[in-house]
């Protein structure tokens, strides 16, 4: 069965520039709104409430990172088959195979083009198993 | 103005801003550096941190020198020996951040 049309990002960085730089670009995509968190902890306490369709998680960040955030997210019983791709400049494959384990859908390679982003994340979105 | 003309102007903004503070950021860093130098050897996760930051952002904006100078930065803080070649390293790094960052600046009229 085929998933829902996407609808509802969040995305973890504690970055703010690319912050601000994925949100624009994502929210090109007609109907799709994107909420940003600054830090792990955030996304543990907006995600659940937010209930998003889609979790983007920088991997590299202080404090809680992105694999330790999703750990987290997993422990979480409505969010344990939420889908959540990882965004890192550590892509070579044996990173990516890693993060593929811990129970990444994709990664999307850090520096990304923010033409593209879009058609990246929703091409992900539609080749994941329906629900 | 259409949508990626628009994202296009707004991407220009934010690489700006992020100059800017780059900017700001080199005189922290070389503190760093410094207390680094004195033994402070807890400085090193924070020049990490700035430098990561520094890296990712430079190259997502197409600064593409001020991204390898903090990427090269980065590395030597990841080091667990901090001897005077590091340290030699990381002043000749942290002075190219500078130059490159300044020149970036200039051909945006900061």
Not at chain 1, 69 to 82: E, H, P
Not at chain 2, 58 to 83: C, K, P, Q, W, Y
Request: net charge negative; charged share 25%.
């Amino acid at each position: 069965m085929k998933r829902a049309g996407l609808r509802t990002i969040v995305y973890v960085d504690d970055e703010p520039d690319i912050r601000e730089v994925v949100q624009l670009s994502l929210e090109l995509t007609e109907g799709l709104q994107v909420h940003t968190c600054e830090s792990g902890e955030q996304a543990l306490r907006m995600v659940p409430q937010l209930e998003p369709d889609l979790v983007l998680l920088d991997v590299m960040m202080p404090v809680m990172d992105g694999p330790a955030t999703l750990q987290r997210l997993r422990s979480v019983g409505s969010l344990v088959d939420l889908p959540v791709i990882f965004m890192t400049a550590k892509a070579m494959p044996q990173e990516v195979a890693r993060f593929l384990e811990l129970g990444a859908v994709a990664v999307i390679a850090k520096p990304f083009d923010p033409m593209q982003l879009g058609n990246q994340v929703l091409a992900i979105w539609e080749a994941l198993p329906g629900e | 103005m259409s949508d990626a003309e628009r994202l296009r102007q707004q991407l220009q903004e934010i690489g700006t801003r992020f100059l800017q503070r780059t900017l700001r950021e080199i005189e922290p860093l070389d503190e760093l550096r410094r207390r680094l130098r004195a033994g402070d050897r807890s400085c090193l996760a924070e020049i990490q941190r700035l430098a990561h930051r520094i890296h990712g952002s430079g190259a997502m904006f197409g600064f593409d020198a001020i991204s390898t100078h903090a990427r090269e930065i980065e590395l030597l803080a990841s080091s667990d020996v901090v001897g005077t070649d590091l340290l030699m390293r990381l002043e000749a790094c942290l002075l190219a951040l500078k130059n490159a960052t300044a020149a970036a600046a200039a051909t945006r009229g900061l």
